[in-house]
């Protein structure tokens, strides 16, 4: 989905047409840990109000949700697309509300007793962060495929393959990752390679100097 699309005002029918396309490639064996859903639903509530946090309940078809219960990931698809499509006006577009979410569920992440239990861990370091990510994920879901390829100390990409749900969210959540590790100078920038493809592009340290600016 463009950006142009995503504006407010020209999304009212393109988000559920990505959203039904992304439904159509999940299979019941694609699961996803209830923990997803409640962060998320916290996250609508921190950053809209109780109304919309129902309605968007009201989309998965679920009125209440396990931490570490499994549920199908074709729920979480409908849970995102619908938060999204709800924050658009108060972000300015789709893609903005998505990436608002990404950043907010970090925070919360790293509020938690877990987050917190991350970045105390002896040795941990950005770089050891970062790479945890695919563990993360290997823990919670039973889908897709997540690599971190270095290209240098403060430099790489993360590799998302079959993942559900829209880059601008992970995008939000990996600048949020590093900006939460003291990472200087964040640069991200998500790119939907396919429709459940995606790569991320980051770097911190020091800014960038535009060319023919001062030595």
């Given amino acids: 989905m463009s950006s142009e699309a995503r504006a407010v005002g020209g999304e009212s029918s393109v988000w559920k047409q990505e959203m039904e396309a992304r439904l159509a490639l999940a299979t019941p064996q694609d ?6 859903f409640l962060s998320m639903l916290e996250v ?12 968007c309940l009201e989309s998965t078809g ?3 949700f396990l931490e570490f219960f499994n549920y199908p990931a074709s729920m979480l698809v409908r849970l995102t697309f619908t938060a999204g499509h709800e924050l658009s006006a108060r972000h300015g577009s789709f893609d903005e509300a998505l990436r608002q979410l990404g950043q907010q569920a970090m925070v919360d992440f790293f509020a938690s007793v877990m987050g917190r239990a991350l970045m105390n861990l002896p ?17 919670s879901t039973s889908y897709g495929e997540r690599k971190v390829v270095w290209e240098g100390p403060m430099r790489g990409r993360l590799l998302l393959r079959r993942n559900f749900i829209p880059a601008p969210y992970h995008e939000g959540g990996l600048r949020t990752t590093l900006d939460k590790m003291g990472a200087p100078h964040v640069r991200v920038t998500g790119t939907q390679k396919g429709l459940l493809d995606s790569e991320y592009e980051f770097s911190w340290g020091a800014p960038e100097v535009p060319s023919g600016g001062a030595s």
């Avoid at 962060?129 to 823990?139: E, K, N, P, W």
């Fill in 31 to 36: 699961t996803v840990r209830g923990l997803f």
């Fill in 44 to 55: 609508v509530r921190e950053l809209a109000d109780e109304a919309t946090v129902e309605r």
């Fill in 62 to 64: 679920e009125r209440k």
């Fill in 123 to 139: 040795g941990q370091d950005i770089r050891h962060v970062v790479s945890s990510i695919q563990t993360m994920y290997r823990m």
